[in-house]
């Protein structure tokens, strides 16, 4: 069945530093790629999304790249804020059923 | 503004008790999903419906029911709450095209006693 699986975390990073979270995913058919984060004590937001090969998608200084050779979709950022402290999610929905999967998330700490 | 609606962001229920936990979207989507969240493991599926009176399992469906009587509806049902059931429970919503994003409620802490 379709399944993803991200990085353990939580990853701790200074201030400016450079983020990746790997996301790898395994699915039949073409899904649809998601990152959703979650901030404290709030629920889950779309961050960004990519349906189809090679598409890349980007939000707020974020962006991640489907790659189906490497069945992939990391997360990675330029230059991390303390704001950017959060549980990040990779998801998958089926093309074929609609069905959405999580992967386990990620916490991210930024300190200043 | 869209939304997805839990019904409670706080539920103490005692052993044994039949729970009802609801969930309401007003975006007139076809696919709704109900979530654990626990720390280390994730989001998991435990139900999802993609049409009135359709439902499917997930990975973690046991213990669990589901109904779906109207569209803009999923109730996830806890037919005798156990301890091991105490979570973060999130209900999402969704269109059929994959390439859509789905939205979230704001989550229901669930301790069982």
């Known amino acids: 069945g379709n399944s993803v699986t991200q990085m353990e975390g939580p990853v701790t990073l200074s201030e400016e530093a450079f983020l990746t979270i790997n996301c790898t995913y395994t699915a039949t058919g073409y899904p649809s790629l998601f990152w959703y984060v979650q901030y404290p004590g709030e629920g889950l937001q779309l961050l960004l999304k990519?349906?189809?090969?090679?598409d890349k998608g980007s939000n707020k200084g974020f962006e991640a790249t489907y790659r189906k050779e490497t069945t992939s979709f990391h997360l990675e950022k330029g230059s991390v804020q303390v704001s950017d402290s959060a549980v990040y999610f990779c998801?998958?929905?089926?093309?074929?059923?609609?069905?959405?999967?999580f992967g386990q998330g990620t916490t991210l700490q930024v300190k200043p | 503004d869209v939304k997805v609606t839990q019904s409670s962001r706080y539920l103490v229920k005692r052993t044994g008790e039949k729970v009802f936990l609801e969930c309401v979207q007003d975006m007139d989507h076809e696919n709704m999903f109900w979530y654990r969240q626990d720390p280390g493991l994730g989001l998991r599926l435990i139900y999802f419906s993609y049409d009135v009176k359709m439902k499917e399992k997930g990975d973690i469906p046991e213990g669990y029911s589901v109904s779906r009587e109207k569209k803009e509806r999923f109730s996830l049902i806890l037919e005798s709450a156990s301890t091991n059931q105490t979570s973060m429970y999130l209900c999402?919503?969704?269109?059929?095209?994959?390439?859509?994003?789905?939205?979230f409620g704001q989550g229901t802490r669930l301790t069982v006693v």
């Open positions: 998801a998958l929905k089926s093309s074929n059923t609609g069905k959405l999967i």
């Open positions: 999402a919503s969704t269109t059929l095209p994959e390439n859509t994003e789905a939205f």
């Open positions: 990519a349906t189809k090969a090679d």
